[in-house]
Every structure is written in C-alpha cells, then in structure tokens.
T-cell receptor, first 111, second 116 residues
C-alpha cells in the first residue's frame, strides 16, 4: 500500500502563530484529504485536494502531485485548532477507495 | 442532511458477546466503509462496500461481518467480542470510486467500544 508520512509529529504553538504541516506520499494518488480530529474524536473534513491549492478561512492547503507532497497551512492559530491533523490518500487507479492515513500531527495551541 | 450517523456512541461488552454497530448515510453514496482507530496504528480499513449487495474485506476483517442490504445502511457485526477489538470505530461514505469523479469521503462521529 501507499506510505503516507506526516511531519512534524507534534507541534506546540501560542495563539496567533502560523504553522505548516507536511504530508509526503509514496505513489500517485487520485484523492488526498486533510482531516482535523478534534479533542472529542470527530474527524472533520478540511480539504479534498488531490492537486492544486485551496483556501478556507485561516486554513489553506497545497498539493504538488508530481512531487508527491501536500502542505496544510494554519494562520493565526486559535485554541480551537488543537487536535490531530491527518493526511489521507487513495492510490491512483484504485477502484476500492481505501484511504491510507498518515500518523498525524498533534497540534496544541496555548492561549 | 444528517450526513453519516453512527450508533451507539459508546459501548462496553464482555468477552464473547456479540453486537452490531450501526452506520447510516443520507447522501445517496454508493461507497461505504468501516475503519478502526487504535493508538499508534492510525486508521485501518475493516470492510467496505461499493453498493447494495456488494461487500469486501479490508486490511483487518477478522472477527467482523458486514452486509449491505440498502444504499443507506452498512452495519458492522462483532461475532464474538475479544479485548483486541477494543477500539474506536468509524464509518465513512462517498460517491463511487469507479465513477472517477469527485469522491471526498465523509466520516461518522465514531463508536468507542471497550471489550472487557
């Protein structure tokens, strides 16, 4: 299966700081998603971004499919941004739709 | 739309008991799947379905059964619960991957299962 590596594994920020999370994947993909798992355990969809750049408020994401990586930017972080951020991919040509998850980045934002 | 719903939210079982985790979606998605999330192991695929009447095994299917009699529902059955099945279970859905179109996957809120 596809290997998905996320960095950094842990990130501690003060409110208002900016951050960049990285996701590297080992093969071509036809689906890449970023999720936020909040402290209550819910997986919240942030971006569906197999290629290109998208923005949603303080969050933006860029996927460079040819170089097999994606970046998630969080600007002016808030305490509610705390939680684990997962990158997940579906391999190109897959008809099964299985998402391969990275191990996540644990983000803690202090007031 | 309610999206993907799961019941129950929490469950405690004794070893050997059986139970069914419920999953439903109201988005007319053909593709549905079950994952389990364990510390240090990430999310792993248990079973999936590409449409009513069609199911297949994922990465960790042992000890679990599924069926898909309708597009909306995809229950997960634990046949004889074991402590190793203590985990958080997530159901997900999307449009069919065979269509080659937009197939963002959406997850339910999860079921936290403890097997004693």
């Amino acid at each position: 299966g596809i290997q998905v590596e996320q960095s950094p594994p842990d990130l501690i920020l003060q409110e208002g700081a900016n951050s960049t999370l990285r996701c590297n994947f080992s093969d071509s993909v036809n689906n890449l998603q970023w999720f936020h798992q909040n402290p209550w355990g819910q997986l919240i969809n942030l971006f569906y971004i197999p290629s290109g750049t998208k923005q949603n408020g303080r969050l933006s994401a860029t996927t460079v499919a040819t170089e097999r990586y994606s970046l998630l930017y969080i600007s002016s972080s808030q305490t509610t941004d705390s939680g684990v951020y997962f990158c997940a991919v579906v391999g190109r040509g897959s008809t099964l739709g299985r998402l391969y998850f990275g191990r996540g980045t644990q983000l803690t934002v202090w007031p | 739309n309610a999206g993907v719903t799961q019941t129950p939210k929490f469950q405690v079982l004794k070893t050997g008991q059986s139970m069914t985790l419920q999953c439903a979606q109201d988005m007319n998605h053909e593709y549905m799947s079950w994952y389990r999330q364990d510390p240090g192991m990430g999310l792993r695929l248990i079973h999936y379905s590409v449409g009513a009447g069609i199911t297949d095994q994922g990465e960790v299917p042992n000890g679990y059964n599924v069926s898909r009699s309708t597009t909306e529902d995809f229950p997960l059955r634990l046949l004889s619960a074991a402590p190793s099945q203590t985990s958080v279970y997530f159901c997900a859905s999307s449009y069919s991957f065979t269509s080659g179109g937009y197939n963002e996957q959406f997850f339910g809120p999860g079921t936290r299962l403890t097997v004693l």
